[in-house]
C-alpha cells in the first residue's frame, strides 16, 4: 500500500522465485560431454540443487535420458512403496 500512496514502484526482482527452487536434481544416461558438463549450471540457474551423485533422501528430481540405469531402477526401487 505505500508504495501505491507514495506513486512507486514495487521491485519484483527481489521477490522472483526461480522456477526450480528449493528441488534437488540429479541427472543420468547423458553421453554427451558436453550436456554434461552445462547441465549442472542450468539446474543451479533455474534454482534447484544440482546433486553429481543421487542421494536416497536428498535428491528430489531425477532428470534421466531414458527409463534405464542404475540411478533409474533405484528411485523406481525406492519411489514403490
Known amino acids: 500500500d505505500e508504495c501505491f500512496y507514495n506513486g512507486q514502484k514495487v521491485k519484483f526482482d527481489l521477490f522472483r522465485l526461480l522456477p526450480l527452487a528449493g528441488l534437488k536434481v540429479c541427472v543420468t544416461g547423458l553421453n554427451d560431454p558436453e550436456d ?33 540405469g542404475e540411478k533409474y531402477k533405484c528411485v523406481r526401487f525406492y519411489s514403490s512403496g
Open 36 to 68: 554434461r558438463e552445462s547441465l549442472p549450471g542450468h539446474i543451479s540457474a533455474l534454482g534447484a540443487e544440482y546433486f553429481k551423485d543421487m542421494r536416497r533422501g536428498q535428491c528430489t528430481h531425477l532428470i534421466a535420458k531414458s527409463a534405464a
